[in-house]
């Protein structure tokens, strides 16, 4: 394993906080709880794994900042985050924008897990294809996403517009992809400097004290 601990321990007890906290009173709590589910998944996939495939620093910073982010949009729903509503009116804008933050981290996560993974697993070779496939990976789990949200309204009906949270908005979802498209340009463009750094101080470990490549 890499010398440098993972910061995973107290990443992991902000966030039972930060659930706790957001679970005390939520203004809807299926919403909640369809919202914050994915933090409940993610956090016992990284424990499992830390072992044999422990993350970058950076990675492990945007899993943290994405969670918080989902957690935050779960107790208050998207369209009611305080924070959306000053940014609304700094910008002047029409609708409450912190889904959009959402969906920006939506994209920045996935393409940092998903460099990590193809570069510190070799399966791809050259910069250009490795850009293109974070690229597709993303816009994929957005898609995906988009969909789940559709589900959601088809069995849910009107409950489901808390969860939704489109705000009248006819292009909703294509404003939601396009965010998460942002943040993989992000993850690109500013964060892979960083990122690369971090992944090479894994990959010129020695073999026997460097984890398992890929998983």
């Not at 906290?21 to 909640?32: E, G, V």
């Not at 910069?127 to 559709?150: K, N």
């Amino acid at each position: 394993m890499s010398s440098r601990p993972a910061p995973l321990l107290p990443i992991t007890l902000l966030l039972i906080a930060a659930l706790a906290w957001s679970a005390i009173s939520p203004f809807d709590r299926l919403t909640w709880l369809m919202e914050v589910l994915p933090v409940m998944l993610v956090l016992p996939v990284l424990w499992l794994t830390v072992r044999r495939f422990p993350l970058t620093t950076v990675l492990y910073a945007g899993i943290l900042a994405h969670a918080l982010v989902l957690i935050l949009g779960g107790a208050y729903t998207y369209a009611r985050v305080p924070l959306g509503f000053q940014l609304a009116d700094w910008f002047d804008l029409a609708r409450n924008p912190y889904d959009k933050i959402g969906h920006f981290f939506q994209g920045l996560v996935p393409a940092l897990a998903t460099r990590e993974i193809l570069i510190r697993g070799h399966f791809v070779r050259g910069r250009r294809m490795t850009v293109f496939l974070v690229v597709c990976v993303v816009l994929a789990i957005s898609a995906c996403y988009e969909l789940i949200e559709w589900w959601a309204a088809l069995a849910m009906g009107q409950g489901a517009e808390e969860f939704l949270g489109t705000q009248g908005d006819p292009w909703d979802t294509q404003s939601d992809m396009f965010c998460a498209l942002l943040g993989a340009l992000a993850t690109l463009l500013v964060l892979a400097p960083a990122h690369d750094r971090q992944i090479a101080a894994f990959t010129s470990t020695p073999a026997t004290a460097r984890p398992a490549q890929g998983f």
